[in-house]
Structures are given as structure tokens and as C-alpha cells.
């Protein structure tokens, strides 16, 4: 039987595939349940009393932080923090969780991870984990009722680092032409050579500058400088065509906001 029940709270489903297909590799964990957001997380911990909790720190209406307060630190089983904070950033938990995962991590970073939560469980520090999680939010202000955008880090990178093989390459973000969510991974297409990354798509955007890609579809962010045409085949569709030639469909939810950002640049 199991060992290890572990709960995954976060509310993008690839992220929680992601999460799954780790734990999958060690026979005594099992997943005993998964939540989109804190206040489902907030129900699950006190029904299902799992040992151990894969939590997202950012999340809308009740972030990781607030799934803390609601349940209480002294009833908190423990806690691996999974974020997509840069890693300065995550340096403030390392004292206050069982761990911590910034998205995305390696299987040995998340191999880590678990070793450290299965010590913890099996020494029994529940009530050191938590006081810990109690100095945590002592020291972390509570969330406004409503929970602001994922800050975005100052500066966005010029480059991003990708492996091939046995080695990295670097790929110009300015020569992305678009970019396309593939399972918990992302695929780079630019110029006639694509490149898989291992970060989900709404990391990599948080991360992307604003004023040069735009999703345009639940699985597609695209390069603005990179959009040669706009074209309605029906009145209930739209399609940009690429500056390659590739005709990616915009979903209805997304084209008024791609049409003013269009329109900016214009």
C-alpha cells in the first residue's frame, strides 16, 4: 500500500500533469486528490487529511498563502511550495516549508523534494512544520480580496536556454515567432527550427515581455512583430497568419484583446 498521500493544488491543469507524471515514478505515493484553487485545496486538506501537499503559491481568489491561513499552520500537513517565482524570490521559504519547486524543475530537484518530505514525516516535526508555516505568514502580508496579477520580474530575458541532447543552446527571444504549450513542456518555433522547453506556457509568459507576445489561444503565445496578416474565414473564426506562413487560429475569447494590441502598434 502507499505510503505517501499526496494532495496537488494548483490551478493550471498541465502543471498538475506535470506533477502527476512525477510522483508516478515512486511506487509508494499515491495522488489522493488534485484542486484548481485554494478554496478547494482549504476543502480537501481537512476531508481527505493528506500527508503531504504540492502547493502552488500563486493562484486566483485564495493564493498558497491564504490556503495557509484558512486551514491553520498547527493543522498544515506538510508543505512543498511549487512556484514559478525566480529563485531569489523562493529563498524566503527555504526556512518555513518541508521544500520548495520553482516551475520547472528537474525530476532530481523534485526527487529532492520528496526525500526531504518523507524525513520530515518520518521523524514526526508536525509541530515544528508548523511553526515554521506560522512565521511564514507573520511574515507575509495577507492577499487583498482581490488577488492582483502575477507580478512580472523586472527585466525579460533576451535569451532563453534550452537543451538538445547533450547539450544547451541559447535561442534569441526576438527570433520566436510563436510559441506553442505542449504537454507540460513548450515548443519555440523560430525560423524553420523548433526547440522544447520544459516550462509550462503561462510561466514562460509571465516571464515573456508583454509588449512582444500575446496568447492568443489557450496552448499558443505569439510574437506580435511576427503577425503578417489577420484573416475572418466566417464571422464566428479568426486565423493570424505568421510571417513563416503558419496560420494559428485565435480564440474567441482572446481577439478583442489581440485586435487592440494590434491596433496599438499600428
Known amino acids: ?44 486538506i481537512r476531508a481527505l487529511r493528506p500527508h503531504l501537499v504540492l502547493l502552488d503559491v500563486q493562484m ?10 484558512e486551514v491553520g499552520p498547527e493543522h498544515m500537513p506538510a508543505v512543498i511550495f ?14 518555513h516549508a518541508v521544500d520548495y519547486l520553482v516551475k520547472p524543475f528537474a525530476d532530481e530537484r523534485f ?21 515554521k508555516l506560522a ?13 492582483p496579477a502575477p507580478p512580472r520580474q523586472l527585466e ?17 527571444v526576438v527570433d520566436i515567432e510563436w510559441i506553442e504549450a505542449d504537454d507540460y513542456c513548450v515548443t519555440l518555433h523560430a525560423g524553420d527550427k523548433s526547440h ?10 509571465s516571464r515573456l515581455d508583454p509588449e ?3 496568447r492568443i489561444h489557450r496552448s499558443a503565445l505569439v510574437n506580435l512583430e511576427r503577425i503578417r496578416e489577420v484573416h475572418r474565414p466566417s464571422p464566428t473564426e479568426q486565423v493570424v497568419v505568421l510571417d513563416s506562413g503558419q496560420r494559428l487560429p485565435v480564440s474567441r475569447s482572446r481577439r478583442e484583446h489581440l485586435e487592440r494590441r494590434l491596433g496599438r502598434a499600428r
Open 1 to 44: 500500500m502507499p505510503e505517501l498521500r499526496v494532495l496537488l493544488v494548483d490551478d493550471e491543469p498541465l502543471a498538475r500533469k506535470g506533477l502527476r507524471q512525477a510522483l508516478a515514478r515512486h511506487p509508494d505515493a499515491e495522488v489522493c486528490g488534485e484542486c484548481r484553487d485554494g478554496r478547494e485545496a482549504v476543502e480537501a
Open 60 to 69: 486566483p481568489e485564495l493564493d498558497g498563502f491564504g490556503v495557509l491561513r
Open 82 to 95: 511549487v512556484t514559478a517565482f525566480d529563485a531569489f524570490a523562493v529563498r524566503a521559504f527555504e526556512v
Open 111 to 131: 526527487d529532492a523534494a520528496l526525500a526531504r518530505a518523507r524525513q520530515w514525516l518520518r521523524v514526526g516535526e508536525a509541530a515544528e512544520l508548523g511553526r
Open 135 to 147: 512565521s511564514l505568514l507573520a511574515e507575509t502580508p495577507a492577499a487583498p480580496t482581490v488577488t
Open 156 to 172: 525579460s530575458p533576451e535569451r532563453l536556454l534550452v537543451r538538445v541532447g547533450t547539450r544547451s543552446v541559447l535561442v534569441a
Open 196 to 205: 522544447v522547453l520544459r516550462e509550462s506556457l503561462s510561466a514562460l509568459e
Open 212 to 214: 512582444r507576445f500575446v
